[in-house]
């Protein structure tokens, strides 16, 4: 299975400032890669798709980037609604796996 | 909208059985595949399985392979997970979730509120 490493765990963040979330993959994925938030409530929804693909509905303070092992997630300038829960996923090869998350929280 | 509703979890014994559904509404059922993901207490998201949009092909991590069963009822927009001999370790909230894909892309695009199965005795 391939492993995907997140860093950092948690990530103590401030309004308006930018923060980026790292990913890295076991072994190259290709740009196979998704990003997902999940909000307090469990309410989960997809932001990035295929490494740099912004989801419809999504605001364009987020954006993805990465190549071969490593991808990022970056959050130009944080709002409140913000602070959640972030996963990277690959889907390279099977079975799919996702990182371990990066709680995003306020400072 | 596009709305998944998870139902069916509950408290169940090691070893027992319980069926998970999701009732899809606000697009064309059948023309997605659809999976399950679930996530345990306190921890990440993890892949359970997946089923093409005519039930045709279903996919399983190995956990799970042999104890879990995917399907769908096209005519009634439902998913459905039947888990048999449950363990501790399939404690975890489980999420329905409908599959996009295209050429390079393929990602969950919609997901349900979850629904929490705990297993113990």
């Known amino acids: 299975d391939i492993q995907m490493t997140q860093t950092p765990s948690s990530m103590p963040a401030s309004l308006g400032e930018r923060v980026t979330i790292s990913c890295r993959a076991s072994q190259g994925i290709s740009n196979y890669l998704n990003w997902y938030q999940q909000k307090p409530d469990g309410t989960i929804k997809p932001l990035i798709y295929y490494t740099s693909n912004l989801q419809s509905g999504v605001p364009s303070r987020f954006s993805g980037s990465g190549s071969g092992t490593d991808y990022s997630l970056t959050i130009s300038s944080l709002e409140p609604e913000d602070f959640a829960m972030y996963y990277c996923q690959q889907y390279d090869s099977s079975p799919l796996t996702f990182g371990s998350g990066t709680k995003l929280e306020i400072k | 909208e596009v709305q998944l509703v998870e139902s069916g979890g509950g408290l169940v014994q090691p070893g027992r059985s319980m069926k998970l559904s999701c009732a899809a509404s606000g697009f064309t059922f059948n023309n997605y595949d659809m999976a399950w993901v679930c996530q345990a207490p306190k921890k990440g998201l993890e892949w359970v399985a997946t089923i093409s949009y005519d039930g045709s092909s279903t996919y399983y991590r190995d956990s799970v392979k042999g104890r879990f069963t995917i399907s769908r009822d096209n005519a009634k927009s439902t998913l459905y997970l039947q888990m048999d001999s449950l363990r501790s370790e399939d404690t975890a909230t489980y999420y329905c979730?409908?599959?996009?894909?295209?050429?390079?892309?393929?990602?969950?695009?919609?997901w349900g509120p979850g629904t929490m199965v705990t297993v113990s005795s």
């Open positions: 979730a409908r599959q996009n894909y295209g050429s390079y892309y393929w990602y969950f695009d919609f």
